[in-house]
Every structure is written in C-alpha cells, then in structure tokens.
C-alpha cells in the first residue's frame, strides 16, 4: 500500500518534473503600434496632387491605435521588396512597414502596388494592387487605408466614409449664412448640400448611406427634410405647428423618429415613411427629444428631464417600457450607440460643471469621460465605433474634434471658415 | 427625520424669505440696466406697472417689454415679466385681429436639440400666461430657436442669461 | 449693578445660540448629500495636425491614462518584482562567485598539467640518451599514464561537480528551511564550506599526484611493467568503490536535485514573464479575457530561434502581438546559465500564455 503511494508519487512528480515551462503573461506596454509609411514611388511625368502615402500614414495615426515614423527618421526609402533590410527598420523600433509604387496606367487612372510588412517576422502581411482615378487621389489613399488598418487590427477601417456637418458665418447684423455640407471622413473635400440664411441642424444619416435627414427653418418655421445624396432631391417630410426636430432613421431605413410639440410639449414620435403613420412615442410633461435608434432596431434611446434634469432613457418597442440609462452626472444628453451597441457616447455635465463627451460601457455601466473642454457636443460615431467625432470649441469658434473612442487620442479637424457644428458620421459607404 | 426636514424646510425659507428680499431690490436694478441695452427697455418697464389704465390702445402696448428672461434649464417665466405680460394679454384679447409670435432661446450650453425643446417650453411658458390673461390660442404662434440665435456671444454668464429669452413679437396689430 | 443683571442672561443666551447652532449643524453635516460618482477623465494624447505636415514636430504628449488603483496595483507589483530581482542577483552572483572560483581552479589544473607534461617530455630527452634500447615500450607505457591521468582527472572532476551540486541543494534546502533573513548568510557559509572542501581536497589531490610522479620518475627504469599492472589492479578497484559511493550518491542527491531544478525553472519562468511584459505591446483591440499561446523555441545561449503561436485567441492583431513580443525580446541572455540538461529537459521549448488582465474592456 504504502509502496503503491510512493509509486504514484514518484510518477505525478517525474511526469510534472519533465513537464515543459509555461509562463504566463498579462502585463504589457500600452502604446501604439509604430509603423513607417514609406513615401510611395511614382513612375510618372507630372508630379501628383497628393501625397498618397501621407494621407494613409494621417489616417492609421489619427486613429489612436498606430504612430507613425517620421520620415526624417527613415534611414531609407524602399519602393520595392529587394531593398527593404528589415535590419534597419527593426533599430527605428517600426514593428510595421508599408512601402508602395505608382504608376500610370492609361487616362487618368493610376495604379499602387503596395506591401505590407511585419518587421519582427521579417514577413509580409498583405501585399495588392489597387486603381483609381487620378483627380481623386484621395479616395485611393483612404481605400488603402482601410485595407491596411483592416489587416493591422481585424477592423474594417471607416476612412473611406464622410461626414456631414453645419457651418454658420456671420453676415453683419442679424444675417447669417447656413450650410449644410458634406466631407470626407478627415474634413477634407468639403462640398455644400444645402445653403440658407434660416438655421439648418441634425444632419441624420440613413442606415444604408444614401439619405440625409436634417432640420431646416428655411420656411422661417423649423422642418424636417430628406435629401437624396444621390440625386440631390429632397422632401419635406414633417411640419407640424411648434417643434419639428431631431431626425433620427430606422435600421430598416423606413421609419423616422422625431420630436415634436404639435400636441404641447417636445415629444418623441416616429413617423413610417411609406404608410406616412405616426405614432407617438412618449407621453410626459417633461422634454423628450434627441431619439436615437438602436442598432437591432428593439429600442429608442432619447434625452428626457422627467427625472429633474436631462438624462437618457430607452424605451423598448416591445414592452413599450422607459427605463433609465444614465445615473452619473447633472446631464446626460445626445446619446449615440456604436454599431455593436455596447457603448453610449453622450454630452456628459459632472461635477466639473463642463460639457464634455463620455462613453457608458453599456454591460457594466462604467463612464468615461474622453474629452477636455468646456462646451463640447453632438457626438457622432465611426461607424467602426473606434472614433468619435464631435463639436467642440476653439477660442470662441466652433470647430470638430475627434477622440478614439478609448480616449487615447484627440485632434481637430480641419477648419473651414465660420462656426462648425453638428457633425453627423456617415455609415460605410458602398 | 421628521423634524429634522422641518427645522431645515424652515431654515430654507427664512433663507428664501431674505434672498426674494434682497432678490426683488437687484431684480429691478438689472432690468434697469437692461433697458439700457434694448432700447427704452427700462421705461417700458416703468409705464407698464405704472398705467393702470385699461390699455386696449397700441400706445400701451408699444412701450412694453418684449423680451423675457429664464433660469438655466428652466422654463418658468419670472415674476418680474408677469405684469407686461398681462398687459400684452389685455391688448390681444381687445384686439381680435392682433397677433404675436413668441420666439423662445437658449443659451448656447448644453446640446442643441435640447436646448431647442428647451426654447419651446420658455415659448410655450410665456403662450399659458398670455393665455390665462385673456389672450385667445388662436392669436398666438410659438417657435423655438434653441440656441442658434443668441442675442450676444460670448462664454460667460453675462451673455448666456440674455440669451435663455423669449422674445415677443407682433406679427400683427 | 447693572452689568452683573445682565452678565447671566448673556451667557444663557450665547450657550442657548450654541447649543441650536451644534444641533443644526449636526443635522447639516448628516445630510451633506455625498458628491456624485465621478466618471473618469481619461487624458488623450492631442495629435496636433500641423506638426504631422511639419517634418521637425514630433514629439507630442505621453498618453497617461488615470488609473488610479491600477497604478497602486502596479507600483506594488513592480516593488515585488524588484524584491525578487534583487534576490534574484543575489543568487545569481553567489552562483558567479562557485563559478569563477571553478574556473580558476580548472586553470590552474590546466597550468599544473602543462607543467607536467613538459618535465616529462625534458625527462623523455634524458631517457632517450641514456635509454634508446627501451625507448619505444616507455612511450607506450607513458601514454597510458597520460591517458589514465587524464581520466582520473576527469572523474575527479565529475566528482567535483556532484559534490558541488550536493552543496548547493543542501544550500538550497537550508535556504528554504530558514527564516528569509538567515538565508542570505547561510548561503554564504555554505559557500564558503563548499569552496574550503575543495580547496582542501585540491590539496590532497596535489599531494597525491606530486608523489606518483616522483615515483613514477623513480621506478622508470625498472620494474615499469610489473607496476603498471599493479596500479591498474588497484585503479579498477578504486573505480569499482567510486561507482557504487556514486550510484548511492546519485540514488540519494536525485530528488533533491529535481526539486532545485525547479526552482531554478521558476526562477527563468518569471523571468522569461518579466521579460516578455516588457516587449508586449497590447493591441487596442485586446480585452479581458482574450488568450494566445505562443511556443518559443529557445537555442542554449538564450536566443529565441523561432516563436509558434500554438493556440489562437481568434484576434489576429491579438496574437501578432503575442508573437511581436517574442520576436521584439530577441534573447533570454540569463536562459544560457541553466545547466545543459535542464535547458534540454524543460526550456528548448517553452510556451507563453499571454492573457491580458486589467483591461478597460
């Protein structure tokens, strides 16, 4: 017996003596990947418009999750394979290389063959070639970039989309001057949808990307309308005497909810666009405005002050039940999901008494505040769900401001003349 | 708990009591000082508690004041507005023809499409006492403007109480 | 007169004022309505858009995420590590000290040997004068002498090392056994044992050998077959007793001998540990509850010669960086002090759980 004991020992001990090591790590550094954008050959007569490789390097950068390496401090410029030493890369500490040529093929249509490497492999992680229009350079730059962003992190990039968002310029007394405009997703290649000297507000997107829905007072009376990007057409879709505001689509792209006062306090309505029915949706002396529709499409989330002072609440579809969602804080306004509704991001007033953009972990109910000023709103999420842009203020101008949506990076976009305000994230396009 | 809530209930009001007091004397000198900046503001103010004539006349109502302000997040008109008002609301209940559109603001805290519910209820705050005081619905069109046409810019108190306004104007006489 | 009317009331009525001021101040403070929860501020790093345009600007601000308890947590774990460290190179260089004092003991039976050889090869000239009749037998027999002593070197050396061995585990056992404090000193006296042990028995050994070279010079003329035979005889026996003290030495020095092998590969674990955490870049698309193994394939000297992941989390980005930070750490330089067998037995190949803990998400 006692043999048998010692014998099973001796075993479980020999058998755990000769085990292989496991070592556990949990711990890391929390950066950014570095990565080097090599400036891309370009093998024809006229020098380009744009600096291709740029704009990916600004779009991987401005998303919080890479750093790009300076050029100056590239100790070389390959264009191709056989000249990259991964030797060199490794010593700038660059973990990702992408290198790229250029070429005419024809008209005006270019062409880039671009690589992508993992330097510590010694590796290429994706190699293509993509095409397209010379004038729009751009576009290229950003399908690039989602390509590589997508086969760095296994998310679709969102560099490819626009954003929509209202300018306001000052005239002299009393007139002022109204756009609604459109830009690619950096706030670059504005154009003007819509001009008027009457406000314009709340740009919302449909699902599918093909339709605006906004706020006019062209009619010196406030109203919803829809326009076709497409076709520039556009509808009035809404007004009732009193409030006619914030548009806000169905996943299903055939319902719009909106708030109006037509029977004497703001209220949450959605309007089917086909059957024109509308239905009521809250029914409370307090303000209720500001709908926004889940993902799944099961509820509506929307700001109320019912409780005293504004906060945002879900309504469910189903059991027609509100329940409150945000606790923290005097004011809780403009709440947006991400795509995967797991996250809320709002306009958030705490203790500090600023207006600042937060994002709620909707499965434990944790608040993080991403931003650092005093007067900032409307935000509007990637519809990657990793940045969120919103309205900020610079001196006493309005301009756009973006947060990765871990509050690991800010920056500012590019300012067109006028007050910016309102930005409005398109969904993926195409 | 009880007596607790009631020594404190008690205290507030003396408190209130006293803060209403030294509130009623600075409330006058501010609309005062308003005046200055709207043109003729502070006379109106004068004649309208002033006259207690009938004021069925354009002439009474001309004088009056147009613009009336709120709390921050509030929509309940103050006091110091009531009695103009009652005076708007006599002119319009005289003058069946007669016509307002009451335009309510917000300042510019605070998102905008809540800030735009928000005008609409100082609007509509201001439409009940028109109302109450003989005024006919018919006669009058309420809008909001959120915070989209501020009567001064600028990040500080001094110009967000003159924005959180409603502003009272005759479509027709 | 007057004042002394007056003097009661007044303090009746300042104690009554304190007394009502103490009671609503009391329930003041009890009421005090605790602050909100406040959310965090998380500080973002500003990317600043003019300067990506602008060659020179390229510093920007550091992302210091406010992670208050975290960062205790943290500072407790790294205070840790650093008392391991420390305790670590402690070890590490009392092991050091065995080493060198090794290494110069082997140098100088490498001088001594040299030594030997060339009076043997000054006398071999001597013979060759005096003797050339018998020349070639005792160049046969002298290689058998330099072959035997060699080997008798060599397991004497053997010996050396297991003894060297049985100390450091009987150091290692009175280590455990100690109170923390006492351990460091008794190492040290171990050590120290240890090190006059062999010095002593180096000793002995010279002694020994310095004698059979003299009579090995003495009888080379005479009688070198019949000696040789005689030696051999009692070598073989001398073996015989050596292999059976050895095989009982083994028997007994075997589970010991596991049990610090262990602990020395603890030891490398959390070092192998420390060292990828360094190199671990966590990907922002990590969070709690992700896990990839990856297999380093070590070389002797440390070098990780190929990194395999055995075990995806599903995340591409997640496990590139597992296997990033393998490929980014390079060498384990301290891998190349394990004993040979060890390294071969339990470290050529090793995994690597990297299980993210502490996320925000």
Redesign the interface.
């Known amino acids: 017996m006692v043999r048998a004991i010692v014998c099973a020992f001796v075993l479980t001990m020999s058998t755990w003596v000769s085990a292989q090591l496991v070592v556990e790590v949990t711990q890391g550094v929390d950066s950014q990947s570095p990565i080097a954008i090599v400036p891309f050959e370009w093998r024809g007569d006229q020098a380009l418009d744009e600096d291709v490789a740029r704009v990916v390097e600004q779009n991987l950068e401005r998303t919080g999750f890479f750093k790009a390496l300076a050029r100056e401090n590239m100790l070389s410029f390959p264009t191709a394979q056989s000249q990259v030493f991964f030797r060199d890369w490794r010593m700038s500490s660059t973990d990702y290389l992408v290198i790229g040529r250029m070429e005419s093929v024809g008209g005006d249509q270019v062409r880039l063959t671009f690589e992508l490497y993992d330097v510590l492999k010694e590796q290429t992680i994706h190699s293509q070639q993509v095409s397209g229009s010379r004038t729009n350079l751009r576009d290229l730059a950003h399908y690039v970039s989602d390509i590589l962003f997508e086969q760095l992190t296994g998310i679709k990039g969102a560099f490819s989309t626009r954003l929509a968002y209202v300018t306001a310029e000052s005239l002299g007394p009393d007139r002022q001057r109204f756009r609604l405009q459109m830009s690619d997703w950096d706030g670059m290649r504005p154009r003007t949808l819509l001009e008027s000297s009457e406000p314009i507000l709340s740009p919302a997107w449909s699902f599918d990307g093909s339709r605006l829905a906004y706020v006019s007072f062209e009619t010196s009376r406030p109203a919803i309308y829809v326009q076709h990007l497409a076709t520039g057409q556009r509808e009035q879709v809404q007004s009732f005497p009193g409030l006619n505001g914030a548009p806000a689509w169905s996943p299903d792209g055939n319902q719009l909810a909106m708030v109006l006062s037509k029977d004497g306090n703001p209220e949450v309505y959605v309007l089917n666009l086909s059957s024109r029915h509308l239905e009521r949706i809250t029914n409370n002396s307090a303000i209720d405005t500001e709908p926004f529709w889940a993902p799944d499409g099961r509820s509506l989330y929307f700001t109320s002050d019912r409780g005293g002072s504004p906060q945002i609440y879900k309504y469910n579809f189903n059991t027609r039940a509100v329940e409150r969602v945000t606790f923290e804080g005097n004011y809780n306004a403009a709440g947006r999901l991400t795509q995967d509704g797991r996250f809320l991001a709002m306009v958030h007033r705490g203790s500090s008494r600023r207006f600042q953009i937060a994002v709620q972990d909707l499965q434990n109910g944790r608040l993080d505040i991403l931003t650092n000023s005093d007067y900032d709103e409307s935000p509007s999420i990637a519809p990657n769900g990793t940045i969120i842009i919103y309205a900020t203020q610079q001196g006493s101008r309005g301009v756009l401001g973006a947060v990765s949506i871990d509050g690991r990076v800010r920056f500012n976009m590019p300012v067109p003349q006028g007050d910016v305000r309102e930005p409005a994230w398109s969904p993926f396009l195409r | 708990m009880r007596s607790t809530n009631l020594s404190k209930a008690l205290a507030l009001a003396a408190v209130m009591a006293f803060a209403a007091g030294c509130g009623s004397k600075s409330t006058k000198t501010d609309s005062g000082a308003m005046g200055s900046d709207a043109a003729g503001g502070a006379a109106a103010y004068g004649s309208g508690t002033g006259s207690d004539v009938s004021g069925g006349s354009w002439a009474d109502v001309a004088n009056l004041r147009t613009v009336f302000y709120f709390d921050f997040d509030r929509s309940v008109v103050r006091q110091d507005g009531f009695s103009d008002l009652e005076a708007h609301a006599r002119y319009l209940s005289r003058n069946p023809s007669a016509s307002v559109r009451l335009e309510g603001h917000a300042d510019e805290r605070g998102t905008r499409e809540y800030n735009m519910a928000l005008g609409e209820r100082r609007a509509q705050a201001v439409e009940r006492l028109l109302i109450v005081n003989g005024a006919n619905a018919r006669q009058i069109e309420t809008i909001s403007y959120g915070e989209e046409r501020p009567a001064v810019s600028g990040n500080h108190e001094g110009a967000w109480s003159q924005n959180r306004r409603v502003e009272l104007k005759y479509v027709s006489r | 007169m007057n004042n002394r009317n007056y003097i009661v009331p007044t303090i009746l009525a300042t104690f009554v004022h304190l007394v009502v001021v103490f009671i609503?101040a009391g329930?003041?403070f009890?009421?005090a309505k605790p602050?909100?929860?406040?959310?965090?501020?998380?500080?973002?790093?500003?990317?600043?858009?003019a300067s990506?345009?602008l060659?020179?600007a390229?510093a920007s601000q550091q992302?210091t995420?406010n992670r208050n308890q975290q960062a205790v947590q943290?500072e407790q774990?790294r205070q840790e590590q650093q008392r391991q460290e420390q305790q670590r190179q402690e070890q590490q260089r009392q092991e050091q000290q065995r080493q060198e004092q090794q290494r110069q003991e082997q140098q100088r039976q490498e001088q001594q040997r040299q030594e030997q050889q060339r009076q043997e090869q000054q006398r071999q000239e001597q013979q060759r004068q005096e003797q050339q009749r018998q020349e070639q037998q005792r160049q046969e027999q002298q290689r058998q002498e330099q072959q035997r002593k060699e080997a008798e070197q060599q397991r004497e050396r053997e010996l050396v090392a297991q003894r060297e061995a049985e100390s450091r585990l009987k150091a290692e056992r009175e280590r455990q056994a100690a109170a923390e404090a006492e351990r460091k000193r008794e190492q040290e006296l171990a050590a120290q044992k240890a090190a006059e042990e062999r010095k002593r028995e180096e000793e002995a050994r010279k002694a020994a050998e310095e004698k059979q070279r003299q009579e090995a010079a003495a009888q080379a003329e005479r009688q070198r077959q019949e000696e040789a035979r005689q030696r051999e005889a009692a070598e073989q026996q001398r073996r015989a007793a050596e292999e059976k003290a050895k095989a009982e030495a083994q028997a007994a020095a075997q589970?010991a001998a596991?049990a610090a092998?262990?602990a020395v590969?603890g030891d490398?674990?959390s070092y192998?540990?420390a060292m990828?955490?360094?190199?671990?870049?966590?990907?922002?698309?990590a969070r709690n509850g992700m896990e990839t193994v990856i297999e380093l394939h070590l070389m002797p000297n440390g070098e990780i010669s190929d990194v395999r992941i055995i075990k995806s989390s599903g995340?591409?980005?997640f496990d590139?960086?597992?296997?990033?930070?393998a490929?980014?750490t390079e060498r384990l330089p301290r891998v190349a002090e394990v004993e040979p067998l060890l390294f071969e037995?339990?470290?050529r190949?090793?995994?690597?759980?990297?299980?993210?803990?502490?996320l925000?998400?």
Request: aromatic residues 6%; proline residues 4%; without cysteine.
């Open positions: 609503i329930h003041w009890d009421h602050e909100h929860k406040v959310a965090r501020q998380i500080q973002a790093q500003m990317i600043d858009l990506l345009s060659p020179d390229t992302v995420e943290q774990q589970a596991q092998a262990n590969i490398i674990g192998i540990s990828l955490t360094q190199n671990w870049r966590i990907p922002a698309t995340d591409a980005a590139r960086s597992a296997e990033q930070a490929r980014r037995r339990r470290l190949r090793t995994q690597v759980v990297f299980r993210p803990e502490g925000r998400w």
